[in-house]
């Protein structure tokens, strides 16, 4: 007998929402049954040229799409400010719900959101997916296995490639919400540990990025109980490539994880080494995360896992975030 297939919707279809129709088509255990976007034409188009027989709708249309009984689960991959709405009300209609970070713009409102997921029994899934990649996970388990001693520092830069439209920015909550959040979770995932002070330096390169009142680069350091510091640098642009690397430092020795090569082979001759280029976007330096927190999804929809990323998680993330914020708005540092 074959196995039951999970019905999705997937609301929204910019970056994010590409990414995951893709790897729904690919995946044995599920079927896109909806496609959610402003502009119907340009979804239906989309469904055309992947050979879906998913259906389309406007965002106007989601009660639509909830009360169809073929859903059995909604990916949120919209504008944050439209998530607590669509999340709340696919939790009522008894969906589960796999939703891009941030939850939603604040706490008090995240934490309605997963009360509803408890009330409803349905799972909430933030999707941190860089503790879906393998190399930050085998680093996570060596370091929580104490392999090389007790953990003391970790430093982690992150910096796309390009800058991203300005109209995103406007609407992005900020940079550290945004992007820096991915790497304050990374901290509080390796250290097992809780902040207690941190310090941020922002700096706005771009003048349109301080127009709107945010930086184009970030530096934190995170404080934490068990006395490890963490020293996170996330930028808006990196000419080089989309830069991911993660170094760790331990009482007897350490990890790193450099950016990673789209090909691994180099050409050799006497007077040089020719190294093909890191990646140059999120959708291929994480294409095996996205993939595996989608599958950890799956199995989670099938009884045979609990959230990795759970509401403790969630929260403390986003706690976090706030106090960054506030010390890169004040210049100051802020105990938690």
């Known amino acids: 007998m074959a196995a039951k297939k999970f019905g999705f919707a997937v609301l929204g279809l910019g970056n994010m929402g590409g990414v995951h129709v893709h790897n729904l088509m690919t995946s044995a255990r599920a079927s896109v049954q909806w496609l959610v976007r402003s502009k119907v034409k340009e979804a239906e188009q989309f469904v055309t040229s992947l050979g879906l027989s998913a259906r389309c709708a406007a965002p106007s249309d989601l009660d639509l799409v909830l009360d169809d009984p073929s859903v059995d689960a909604v990916v949120v991959c919209s504008p944050t400010d439209v998530h607590e709405d ?6 009522s209609a008894g969906k589960a719900v796999f939703c891009e970070k941030p939850i939603t713009s604040d706490k008090d409102s995240t934490a309605v959101c997963y009360d509803l997921a408890e009330t409803s029994r349905q799972p909430l899934f933030c999707a941190f997916h ?6 930050f996970q085998q680093v996570q388990c060596d370091v929580r296995r104490g392999t090389l001693g007790a953990l003391k520092l970790i430093r982690c830069s992150s910096h796309d490639q390009h800058y991203p439209p300005i109209t995103y920015i406007r609407s992005s909550g900020g940079i550290v919400k945004d992007s820096t959040i991915h790497d304050l979770d ?16 922002g700096q706005a390169f771009d003048p349109e990025v301080g127009a709107c009142g945010d930086f ?15 020293v996170l640098d996330n930028g808006r642009q990196s000419s080089q490539a989309y830069d991911q690397r993660l170094e760790v430092m331990c009482e007897k020795g350490g990890y790193q994880v450099s950016n990673q090569p789209t090909l691994l082979s180099a050409a050799l001759t006497p007077d040089s080494t020719c190294v093909p280029p890191s990646h140059s976007s999120f959708a291929t330096r994480y294409e095996q995360a996205y993939r595996a927190e989608m599958e950890h999804f799956l199995d989670v929809l099938q009884g045979r ?3 990795a990323v759970t ?12 106090a960054v ?4 708005r004040t210049q100051q540092p802020v105990d938690l």
């Open 86 to 91: 669509q999340i709340k009300r696919s939790l």
């Open 130 to 135: 860089r503790r879906f990649d393998p190399s």
């Open 186 to 201: 990374m901290s509080l995932w390796l250290s097992g540990s809780r902040p207690r002070r941190v310090l941020c330096q």
């Open 216 to 230: 184009d680069l970030v530096v934190v350091t995170v404080l934490f109980d068990n006395g490890v510091v963490a």
């Open 305 to 307: 896992a609990e959230l």
């Open 311 to 322: 509401r403790h998680d969630t929260l403390a993330a986003m706690s976090l975030a706030d």
């Open 325 to 328: 914020t506030q010390a890169a």
